[in-house]
């Protein structure tokens, strides 16, 4: 507590002790004044604090005159404000004056604006006027702008198009792609009101499109000359541009295939003597004529070459003509174009048919392999290898005639040369089949008398194995490739390997008896049928030869059937009753009567236990031991037909027989259960 504070608090209590009336409402008032604590007043606090902050107030003054120093001090501060305010009074005056001249300044530029927008309206009109006239004629030079883009070539591009020392490349296609692009807009030009605009333009691009195309002729040909001699190539995007562009000149295209061609015939003709001669860079592979001793390898080598050739050629000029990257030819023509819009019918009749420029292109260029390959192949057939080489030789220029032929037209030199070289080579070979069969049957040594095939024969079977596996393992049939191709039918080889064969194994038994020949005749049919058996492609000459050997077997089991008859007796019986009169009774005829053939029954009877005791020693000849059983069996039962013959002979009223049951045996039931076990 200050010392002011502690003054006032004394001099209450005075007071308190002088007066002490008994005011209850003052005295409420006192006590809660002071009973109140001057440190918890905080407007207390604040005034005491201001009254210490005043400079020379000592605690005697305060005591004397606190009021009167307070007044004093706020008579002080009241000063200061008004001095404060006169001036910002005199500074409101001075912004009042300002603010009245400004307001008079302000007016006056108010009228001299609305005079000038009076005066200056009729120009504004005008300015927007303009305004709209200047952006029609920018609307107008757009359009101008891109009509000249669209229906105008650049200077640029002129250069690029008509001066012939810039080279060809991809800009020298886009500037020729848009004057094309030209072209066709003007005709649609044509076709509206501004047809003197489309025929002005069309004329002035032509001179440009005709130089251009004589630029680009110059340069394709000396491609094809420089780049298309070579032995290989790699096909450039520039030229398969260049010769799509020069389709739409049909004569300048037509000169540019010449000069391919010519180029190409040279280059293969020349790698084709090259491979024949001198062989791959530093001998690898060798010369292909080192192989000739060898005729298969040599001729194969030479074909192989040749179709390999003819199939990169092939290959490299579809590359060559095809429209875009990526792009095959599908058609005759090709009918797409450089943009978005379609070639007209009017165009499509002046492009060249590109499959036929290929295919003309190809059997031209292989043409050149024609006389060398030619004139070889003719030394290696006339040397008539043996009839197996043969074969294979033909087989082989057969295969590739079929496979090259399917890259080449049916026309083409190539194509027609291999197939006549195919037909030249089966003839040698049917030659080399014919001299031989004509020398076996001029040695046709008979066989042993066990009539097992001769060692001839087995060699010519062999031989007949060797071809049937050539063909059954040849690329030809391989490949499937055969259809439609009626002079190269295997089964002509067939006939010319096996009928010769056959023949002189029928001369070889000339000698012999008619069953020694038929046995013999059957094994050789037998072995040669088991030769063909494992191939399909025989199944037709198998059934020639089963049909023949069949024939043979049921002539075998006649003459069989003829030995039993005479050794049962029974056979001037079956003869009688096959050649009797049917007028006449069987019983009246000589040598038919009931005793004769009870006895011959009889006979025949005994007989029936010897039958099943073995084969005939002829049948014992067969090589199958299943078509012994099988001419056997097939007897047995002619055998058996006859009793049934004779059985219903006997028991037949009209031949008037008296008891048939005593002459007969056997019944036809018991006949049958007997022979069952000779079966």
Known sequence: MTDLEAALTTEGQQQLSITNKPNKLLASKLNKILGASASDDVKIKTALTSLSNIPGLDETELRRNLRGTIEKKEIEANKKFLEAFGRVVEQLDALETEVSYMGEVCKAMKEKLDQASNQTAEMIEQAHNLQDRSLACDTQILIVDQFLAKFTLSQREIDVLCISSLPIDDEFFAALDHLKQIHHDCRVLLMTKNQQAGQEIMESMALHQETAYEKLYRWTQYESRSSFGRDSIEVSNLMTKALHALRHRPVLFQTILDELAVARREAIARAFITALTRGGPGGTPRPIELQAHDSLRYIGDMLAWIHQACASEKEMLESLFQTSPGARITGNYDTKTDSTDEINAE????????????????????????????????????????????????????????????????????????????????????????????????????????????????????????????????????AGATEGISEFNFGETLDALVDPLLQMCDVSVRKFNEVERVVYMVNCIYHIETALAPYSFTEKKRENLHERMSGLLEELATEQYEGLLKQSGLFDINKAIIERDPEVPLSKVSRMDTRTLSNALSSFDSFLITVSAGSSPHLRRLTSSQQSHQVQDHAIRLLLDAYKRIYVAVEDPRNEYENPDHILPRTIEEMEAIFSFAL
């Open 347 to 478: 165009q499509a009749h002046s492009i060249i048919y590109l499959k036929d420029a290929i295919n003309d292109l190809l059997d031209y260029a292989m043409e050149g392999t024609c006389r060398p390959l030619k004139t070889r192949m003719e030394q290696v057939l006339v040397l008539q290898p043996g009839a197996i080489t043969s074969y294979r030789v033909a087989n082989l220029i057969q295969f590739y005639a079929i496979i090259v032929g399917k890259l080449l037209r049916k026309t083409a030199a190539l194509s027609k040369l291999l197939y006549d070289l195919t037909d030249m080579a089966y003839k040698y070979f049917f030659r080399t089949i014919n001299a031989q069969a004509e020398r076996l049957l001029q040695s046709a040594d008979p066989p042993s008398r066990e009539l097992t095939i001769s060692p001839v024969v087995r060699d010519m079977t062999l031989q007949l194995k060797e071809i049937l596996s050539s063909y059954d393992s040849s690329l030809v049939v391989a």
